[in-house]
């Protein structure tokens, strides 16, 4: 039934808290294929005073952002455990929830796997949750993980 997963995860430890729900539905759904993704948000800058960043600058950031995302999901991936699954890894630029939802429809993906908190941790409630957004967005399943730590009612 989930033979093709998204993964998406933003660089942090509480985000990769779904990696035992991956393995275990890796082995128990025999899942083929998986897709570790992480979306590079393009910078917004509030310019104030006299400083205005040239755009090579801003170019340059998001270039070393890159960079830095494709370094970690390359890492990831050969350490994950895969018992016969193929894994694989995206970086993507633009925002990130609608990024994930035009993937998981782009490229037949089953079931998404995503954390419920992530680098912003409880700053959610002031910014939003991107879990929550994936969710409501998506016409493919969702499978929210709680991160280590969770009080009931937060």
Do not use: N
Request: glycine residues 8%; aromatic residues 6%.
């Amino acid at each position: 039934m989930y033979r093709k997963i998204l993964v998406p995860l933003d660089g942090s430890k509480l985000a990769e808290c779904v990696f035992p729900h991956v393995e275990a539905l890796i082995q128990g759904c025999q899942a083929k294929e998986i897709v570790f993704i992480r979306v590079v948000e393009p910078i917004s800058l509030l310019v104030t005073g006299e400083y205005v960043p040239a755009a090579v600058d801003i170019e340059q950031l998001l270039s070393s952002m890159t960079a830095e995302a494709e370094g970690y999901l390359k890492a990831l991936v050969q350490g994950f455990k895969r018992d016969g699954a193929d894994l694989k890894w995206e970086v993507k630029s633009g925002r990130v929830v609608e990024i994930l939802v035009d993937y998981a429809v782009d490229h037949g993906i089953d079931l998404i796997v995503i954390a419920t908190h992530g680098r912003s941790g409880v700053s959610r409630w002031v910014w939003g949750s991107v879990a929550d957004r994936v969710l409501r967005s998506s016409c493919v399943p969702v499978l929210m993980v709680r991160a280590p730590g969770c009080v009931p009612g937060i």
